[in-house]
């Protein structure tokens, strides 16, 4: 069996296989500020609430909030989790959703999560079949506590070699998108192995939280013996940064393809590479040198957790000193909803993990993303660079 | 079910974000999200949708953020049905329990903008009424339309009234 028929075997009580549509028994169900658009759906419903300890909220996408109708949002949200006895509310001081769902707990092993945010494949580094669903869906889990599935088929995707200097979890998985494509593994399940199987879960996470730019229903590290749709191996011995170009997250190249092109921003940070082993990698680059003056640097650490481990390591005085602007953690500078817009015709490079046209703000913007290490060597030159030159 | 309008057609990857910008992501009210639907790839959007009820494109439409306001504005602002050659799952997802017609087509490549075209869900085709050439398409399965015929999974549950899915 592969790890997806095993977990939802196990969710729905009879033995399945891919292709075989199931109705599955939710462990943990996760929504942020939509959770706003969840109450009012499921108001409409009108049902009770079946599953209130299953239920997590978590304040990320727009906080503090940045105008009043989400300030209203928010209270409806505030409101309706008190008078509901929801215990699992993390309002905007914890962090990114996805982020305080591992620190907490919330995300285990073997567990079924649904989450209302299609980069909830990221507890997929602790071997959860965890997927993003709608707001609409997930009304309709809160009411029953179960959701219809169908079995993924799994892609094997073996990951070897030696990691060269400079190059990271994210680069591996943006060359992986690179081949697969950005609908690649569309509805499948993703094993990863290999040297990614070892890695630490910072790096994990990274990955699994990409798995979705190419489709991916959930991801895994290393797994069963199960019956495989197709196996993909790559060897990362010789790859250098990688970085994705406008507009759309398969469209990566090699570092030396694009270095020297002028930016306006440079974002650390999101559900993507927002954690304490990114903000180290960037500190250390950075000290001693400052953020070129052409460039805006924001730094999100990805929770209140993270943010306070690089107070006491030292990190956020690097990051202040040479020139960046360190951020609460959140998610709206990525979605362009909130905190460091781009205005026309200006180019950003980001660790986060879309480069769509018009994300993080103009239409006529462009998004270039990479590894926090090339965010930061590019931020200090004013233009895509190879950290490979800071190494 | 049979729906017959013209259609508008774009490429592939049309994601949800320059289906339903992020910027607007704290609307819930379902007639102001139609209000800015696929603004950021197509500003005549909501001109073209009085006279053609049917999008059509190319492969992973609907990549990207899981936001079900992607499915809603395009129901709200008058569409029918979104033919592509493939769809994202998180979005085709999002369109079944929103009540909105979604179907897959290999050859959607033949339909081109302006056509006029009739689909009939039960027979399974597609008929360009310009050209007459019928284009077949695999069925969804038998209890995704009963979602989309009851208008969508609230309807549905609703119409089911009981504690289950």
Known sequence: ?391 | MKIKSRVIKYGDDINTDVIFPGRYLEIIDPNEMAEHAMEDIDTHFLEKVKNAKIIVAGKNFGCGSSREQAATCLKYAGMSAVIAKSFARIFFRNAVNQGLLVIECKNADKIEEGNEIEIDTEEGEIKILDSGEILKVKPLPHFLTKIIDAGGLMEFIKMRGENEI
Not at chain 1, 9 to 23: R, T
Not at chain 1, 268 to 287: H, P, Y
Not at chain 1, 315 to 344: Q, R, T, Y
């Open chain 1, 1 to 391: 069996m592969t790890l997806a028929e095993e977990i939802l075997s196990e969710k729905s009580g009879m033995k399945v296989e891919a292709g075989d549509i199931v109705e599955a028994t939710v462990d943990k169900a996760m929504s942020h500020d939509n959770a706003a658009l969840v109450i009012k759906k499921f108001e409409e419903i009108g049902l009770p609430l079946k599953i209130p300890e299953k239920i997590v909220i978590i304040l990320d996408h727009r906080v503090p909030a940045n105008t009043i109708k989400t300030a209203e949002n928010h209270k409806i949200i505030r409101e309706f989790v008190k008078k509901n006895g929801i215990k699992n509310f993390y309002d905007i001081n914890h962090g990114i959703c996805h982020q305080v769902m591992i620190e907490k707990g919330h995300a285990q092993e073997g567990m079924l999560i649904v989450g209302t945010d299609s980069h909830t494949t990221s507890y997929g580094a602790l071997n959860a079949f965890s997927t993003g669903i709608g707001a609409t869906e997930m009304a309709s889990v809160w009411a029953t506590g179960k959701i219809w599935l169908k079995v993924p088929k799994t892609y094997r995707i073996e990951v070897n070699g030696n990691l060269p200097e400079m190059v990271f979890a994210k680069d591996i998985i943006l060359h992986i998108i690179g081949h697969l494509k950005s609908d690649g593994a569309n509805y499948k399940a993703c094993e990863f192995h290999g040297i990614v199987k070892k890695m630490s879960l910072a790096d994990k996470i990274t990955i699994a939280n990409m798995s979705m730019e190419m489709g991916a229903k959930t991801a895994f590290f290393g797994g069963g013996d199960g019956i495989y749709e197709k196996n993909f191996e790559f060897d990362i011995s010789e790859l250098s940064p990688q970085i994705a170009c406008p507009h759309t997250v398969d469209n990566v190249k090699n570092i030396e393809d694009v270095e020297g092109k002028e930016i306006n921003q440079a974002v650390l940070g999101s559900c993507t590479n927002g954690r304490i082993e990114d903000l180290r990698v960037s500190a250390k680059i950075l000290k001693g040198r400052k953020v070129k003056k052409s460039v805006r640097f924001l730094i999100f650490p990805a929770s209140m957790k993270i943010y306070r481990q690089a107070l006491e390591e030292g990190l956020i005085k690097i990051f202040v000193d040479s020139g960046g602007v360190v951020m609460n953690p959140g998610c709206g500078c990525c979605l362009g909803a909130h905190e460091g817009i781009l205005a026309e015709n200006e180019i950003a490079i980001t660790s986060t993990n879309r480069n769509f046209r018009g994300r993080m703000g103009s239409k006529n913007s462009e998004i270039y993303l990479a590894s926090p290490a090339t965010v930061t060597a590019s931020a200090i030159e004013g233009k895509i660079a190879d950290p490979r030159k800071f190494s």
